[in-house]
């Protein structure tokens, strides 16, 4: 009714009038009229209506039930304005209203959906303790959720559960699950179960086709995509936009645009219309090879199929234009998102942020930095975050949401929350980080010190990457107590040091010739692990602290192997540690352990072991390691093709080695033109002429 017939402006106004008048009369106003009005604002779009139309029934004494509730926290929720969907929780909890599963599936989806997992397994847990059935919406809910938070395992568990408590999965359940295991790289897991879903009667569309093509492609297994999409077209099945885009990103990324340009050729005939995602997509891979023209040829190509551009686009081509020192053009394109009425997200601050930091213009960083917290509504800014109750943080603003709907103000802390999402972009640890490591590089490292103190006042919490940026910055300025001192305290803040933060310190410690000092880090690090062999570890100490490095690596590589998470990059370390202190035999008997075990030896720890080998008159070693370098698809900087060379050259003994060698880097693609030197070919020139003069004087004889 409200929204048929004339203006449907008129019809409201119709209605509110009644509802007055009902009022007036001293008539009671049902529940019911409220949730037709609800519904009514919100199939129009008009989130702020509804939750206005929900704060005034208190007005006319009438109560919500929990049609009512459910009808308001799906519109919070779709809102993005989960912290007052929680405050109406907390109202539904104090009226004794009969909830069930409609009431929790809705919140919970809200909050995976704000990546606040642990409150939405902790909302799951409180549903059953209600005794409430979890429905198959539910599972599928709390499964997509857990594969998000990469919680795969857990989340097939729920599965199962689901299966043995009798709730059937539908498509929607099976393609949460096949989507979450493709997303976390378990793709052979993904097509197991793919085969045990079918084994189930799972009939796969074109959506379960495309969690498979979209794994095959993260998991860098093209052959595979193109052969599984080439399945599809034989089936009959009719690929949507959606499965091209994940298609075109595949070629993309490995730098085939010819053939990804060429899809969407094809797509475009076959009907399938391309939107502003699958432009996005293509714009991209233009912008990663360096090809701007053609990415913004692109970009204007979008309005021909009734798409815009959007925030993503001109993000991409901000980190493209950054990215190949075009700065100017890069702020140009921001400044003039506004006018287009495109808000800059997070991302694109980030993205500038990050390009006027490698630009060494910091301090414009820093006003960009400030810019986004002060958003488009300084005096909002400065209202919250000045006074007795302050909002600085996600905990003091939802404290804030609390308090105002306990006082029966629900549409003043709905504004509250939207003019805080309009107002601008909120700075994410990843922004700081960004600007921490400008400061850094820049050698302005008390400043990044500020600015981490000034994050965690803000209610961020510093990630490894801040802790491994900082680190790095004070080893630059070679301030090693301070970096020692900051990685203790990360572990007293809870801040689990990765990988990434023990290897820093180990790079720094083989550069001062710590080289025992990176090894037992490494062990420390491997020692907080669970899973780890306790015994295999103690043994492999034993090894080290009898200076039997090469058995120590050995034992190292005989635990690390088994395990699905290996890193080569320690054992890199320690080889361009061992050259740095001068231990060449120790470090070419790791390169032959390394080799053995099948290992990849980095181009930086090949370069190190051949300067080595060369200052210690080892050729015949240097050449194997250079060999290994060709093998692998290396191709090393001049300067030490023309060292190596050169020694070869200056033996005569050694010069048809040189000879073999200049044949090989050619024919892997080695530009001999620009890569010899001029020293290198007056040898090539010398020991060439003495070849020539040998066979003359051979054929004489």
């Known amino acids: 009714m409200l929204l048929s017939g004339g203006g449907v402006g008129d019809s409201f106004d119709l209605y ?24 009514g604002y919100w199939k129009l779009r008009k989130a702020e209506m509804a939750v206005e139309a929900f704060g005034r029934m208190k007005d006319y004494e009438c109560k919500p039930n929990i049609a009512v509730y459910n009808l308001i926290l799906n519109v919070l929720v779709k809102s993005d304005t989960i912290l007052l969907a929680l405050a109406v929780y907390n109202m539904i909890l104090k009226s004794n209203c009969g909830m069930g599963a409609d009431t929790f599936n809705v919140l919970i989806d809200g909050l995976f959906k704000s990546e606040m997992i642990e409150d939405a397994l902790n909302l799951y847990d409180e549903m059953t303790q209600r005794r409430i059935l979890p429905t198959k919406i539910t599972y599928t809910v709390v499964i997509s959720g857990m594969c998000k938070a990469k919680r795969t395992h857990d989340a097939h568990r729920m599965f199962e559960l689901m299966k043995t408590r009798g709730c059937r999965p539908d498509s929607a359940t099976y393609n949460a699950l096949l989507d979450g295991f493709c997303k976390c790289g378990q793709i052979d897991e993904a097509f197991k179960l793919f085969k045990s879903f079918r084994a189930d009667g799972y009939n796969v569309g074109i959506r379960g086709f495309g969690c498979l093509i979209d794994g095959l492609i993260k998991a860098k297994r093209i052959s595979g995509a193109e052969k599984l999409f080439q399945q599809v077209l034989d089936a009959g099945l009719v690929p949507d936009i959606i499965l091209y885009t994940i298609m075109m990103r595949g070629l993309t990324e490995l730098g085939r645009m010819e053939d990804a340009t060429n ?18 997509v293509l714009i991209k891979g233009f912008c990663d090879l360096g090809l701007l023209d053609e990415a913004r040829s ?22 493209g234009l950054c990215r190949n020192g075009l700065l100017g053009e890069a702020q140009e394109i921001f400044n003039g998102m506004e006018k287009l009425n495109c808000s800059p997200s997070v991302v694109t601050f980030n993205a500038l942020i990050d390009g006027l930091c490698k630009a060494a213009k910091v301090d414009e960083a820093r006003l960009m930095l ?84 000034e994050l965690k006042h803000k209610g961020h919490f510093p990630d490894s990457v801040t802790y491994a940026t900082l680190i790095e910055g004070l080893q630059r300025v070679d301030r090693e107590g301070d970096a020692y001192k900051l990685f203790k305290h990360m572990n007293e803040n809870g801040c689990k040091p990765s990988a990434s933060v023990y290897k820093t310190l180990m790079t720094w410690s083989c550069r001062r010739r710590k080289t025992s000092v990176a090894f037992g880090l490494w062990l420390e690090y491997l020692r907080s692990l669970a899973g ?37 990059g320690p054992y890199n370390i320690w080889l361009v540690g061992l050259c740095q202190t001068n231990r060449v035999d120790v470090a070419i008997r790791t390169f032959s352990v390394l080799e053995e075990f099948n290992v990849v030896v980095s181009a930086p720890g090949c370069v190190k072991l051949i300067e080595a080998l060369c200052s210690e008159g ?19 900087m001049p300067r030490v093709c023309n060292g190596l060379l050169q020694r070869l050259l200056g033996s005569k003994e050694r010069a048809a080695v040189a000879f073999e060698l200049l044949d090989k880097m050619k024919s892997v693609g080695y530009d001999l033109n620009s890569c010899v030197h001029h020293n290198t070919r ?20």
Not at 412 to 427: C, E, F
Not at 618 to 636: H, M, P, Q, S
């Open 16 to 39: 509110w009038g009644v509802l007055d008048e009902l009022r007036d009369e001293k008539l009671r106003v049902d529940a019911h009229s409220f949730a037709v009005l609800i519904s």
């Open 618 to 636: 080892n050729l015949g070693k240097a050449v194997d390691v250079f060999l290994y370098t060709i093998e692998r698809g290396y191709k090393l």
């Open 532 to 568: 780890r062999e306790g015994e295999a570890l103690k043994s492999t100490e034993k090894y080290f602290e009898k200076g039997d490095f090469e058995m120590a690596v050995r034992s190292l590589l005989e635990m690390d192997m088994k395990l699905v998470d290996f890193d080569s």
């Open 263 to 280: 899809m969407l050729r094809d797509m475009i005939g076959k009907g399938v219309m391309p939107d502003t995602r699958c432009y996005n």
């Open 682 to 701: 007056f040898l090539i020139r010398h020991r060439y002429s003495e070849r020539i003069s040998e066979n003359v004087l051979s054929a004489a004889r």
């Open 370 to 453: 400030h810019k986004m917290e002060i958003g488009k509504n300084p005096s909002l800014f400065l209202r919250l975050s000045q006074g007795t109750d302050r909002v600085l943080d996600s905990a003091s603003l939802h404290k804030k949401v609390e308090t105002l709907v306990e006082s029966g103000l629900i549409h003043k802390a709905y504004k509250l929350l939207i003019q805080l999402a309009d107002s601008g972009v909120v700075p994410n640890i990843k922004t700081y980080n960004t600007l921490i490591n400008g400061m850094c590089k820049d050698g302005q490292v008390d400043r990044a010190l500020k600015v981490f103190e």
């Open 298 to 319: 692109l970009e204007l190509e979008i309005s021909q199929h009734n798409q815009f551009p959007n925030s993503c686009t001109y993000t991409i081509l901000i980190c």
